[in-house]
């Protein structure tokens, strides 16, 4: 396997050492707070443009998306945002379960009635699609989809990989769940933008496995536009058609998605579903690929 190994950039032996540990937990935070940074930014410039819901999020990821994009430089990690990595095609393939279950959620929403307890096929009616529902599309596929892929995968995974060790199974594996572990956290944060606790609480266990699901595609495949792809088709395939349906904001959405406790039951899937993409016959594919700029 040694001769498929591309990035030598950082060395398996490298000790685990406290200023390296220190390092890479300063660049997680650095960049979470980038994204914070942008959304207090954003929010302001919003509110003197009278500008508000999805529009404003997406005005929102324009900043985020920069400022990712600033800190991948600084890493000397742009080459995440181009690289082909092992493909396209492929990465979809293998991350086949979102499309299956973005489609699922499209059907269950518009096209499944369960109020007397039992599922019957309906034809939606009364369903909206207006100037909010083309940015909610727009903001799910700057917000979710690319920046925070780029900010999980593209840079937490990356530095994360580097301090585990990015030769190393075990270290590669380990930055796929404990990145998976941090995106889940990250979604506490929709408690400040007025999502409830019950809601919030089934968001971070169901994204952490996700993320974990992510990032085992990502270090399968190496090409950022692999799980950018996946992760705006979910997020557009849970949130509009409930906007379509009720015309309401996020937050809501979020409200009425994500109260339901079956959703625990994701955590579970999508972790079982990243063991099985690390499994021990396809951990070769995780070395072909460099993701670091040449120097």
């Known amino acids: 396997m040694d001769n498929m190994i591309q990035d030598k950039t950082y060395e398996d032996d490298q000790p685990l050492t406290a200023i390296r540990v220190l390092k890479t937990v300063g660049i997680i935070i650095l960049s979470v707070g980038c994204f914070l940074l942008s959304s207090f930014v954003g929010t302001k410039i919003c509110k003197a443009a009278s500008i508000s819901g999805y529009k404003a999020e997406f005005t929102c990821s324009l900043i985020s998306l920069t400022l990712y994009t600033i800190i991948l ?3 000397h990690k742009k080459k995440v945002l181009y690289t082909k990595g092992n493909g396209f095609f492929g990465g979809l393939i293998t991350g086949f379960f979102m499309i299956y279950a973005s489609a699922a959620s499209v059907i269950n929403t518009l ?3 369960t109020a007397d307890g039992k599922a019957k096929l309906v034809t939606p009616t009364g369903l909206k699609f207006g100037s909010e529902q083309v940015w909610c599309i727009l903001a799910l596929i700057f917000a979710a989809g690319i920046c925070e892929e780029l900010l999980f995968r593209g840079i937490i995974f990356n530095v994360l990989r580097d301090l585990f060790g990015r030769n190393s199974t075990k270290g590669t594996i380990a930055a796929v769940f404990v990145s998976g572990a941090l995106f889940g956290l990250y979604h506490l944060i929709n408690l400040a933008a007025g999502v409830k606790l019950e809601a919030v609480i089934p968001q971070v266990i169901s994204a952490a496995g996700l993320g974990a699901f992510l990032g085992a595609i990502y270090a399968r495949w190496g090409n ?3 799980t950018v792809y996946l992760h705006a088709l979910m997020d557009i395939c849970v949130v509009l058609p409930q906007s379509m349906k009720t015309n ?3 937050v809501d959405s979020i ?3 994500m109260s ?4 625990y039951i994701g955590v579970a899937v999508y972790v079982i579903l990243a063991i099985y ?3 021990k016959e396809k951990r070769p594919q995780m070395f072909t690929y460099s993701v670091c700029d040449e120097r």
């Not at 339901?260 to 959703?263: A, E, I, L, T, Y």
């Open 111 to 113: 096209f499944l009635d």
């Open 260 to 263: 339901d406790p079956s959703k």
């Open 73 to 75: 430089t600084i890493l």
């Open 248 to 250: 309401e904001s996020i």
């Open 277 to 279: 993409l690390l499994r």
């Open 224 to 226: 950022i536009w692999v």
């Open 255 to 257: 409200n009425n998605t």
